[in-house]
């Protein structure tokens, strides 16, 4: 049980502190860095698909250096695609993906990409958690982007309990403040990587110690 009701107001104030200096998350330092568009969400979002931050970011820079809008992208062939994405998870399959979205977009939605999460996730290979990146991160609408970080790190708070992202979402949904729905993958994918961990989360000197259940966790730090 929480050792007091859970305030959620409080805790964004402490993960923005706690998340100060620290590398963020790929879709949020593209947007930073001035790609911010849909179409690039969108593709960003899909390359960092079971993908290190890290190789995301590397990856993204390197692809947009060729290609920014759905126009350029179709103009590539599969391997030059392949090639450009190569370190991403998935390279050929995602390659794939990423032109057939492109055509689509170009060819059906006349340029512009879709802004509800059924028209996104119509495209292959675009699933919820894709969908809500580019909602939340591209169009600055409301949308929860669950990843495996923000997953974990609810359920420990006891914010939520349940068993999979997808559950997670939807309680969120019906939870958390819209305020802070496109604001909380920001702030928990980096307290995720380094503070509130997988295995040894750091707990001892996390700052949301005093309103945190820590809920399923064996060996803190
Ligand atoms: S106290 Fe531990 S489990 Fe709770 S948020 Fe901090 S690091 Fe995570």
Known sequence: MSKEPFPIDEAFRRLRFATQGLAKAAMFDLRDRGFDTPYEQLV??????????????????????????????????????????????????????LLELSRRIVEEHQGVVPNTLEGLTAFRGVGPKIAALTLAVGFGLPAIAVDVHVHRIVNRWGYVAS??????AELLAETLPRRYWIEINERLVPFGRFVCTGTRPKCSSCTLNS??????VISPR
């Open 44 to 97: 960003g979002s899909l390359i960092s698909a079971r993908t290190r931050d890290e190789t995301t970011l590397a990856v993204c820079l390197r692809l947009f250096a060729v290609a920014r809008t759905p126009a350029e992208m179709v103009n590539l062939d599969e391997r030059r695609m392949t090639e450009l994405i190569r370190e991403a998870s998935f390279a050929d399959v995602k390659a794939r993906d």
């Open 163 to 168: 068993r999979s992202p997808e559950k997670t």
């Open 211 to 216: 309103m945190c259940a820590q809920i399923g």
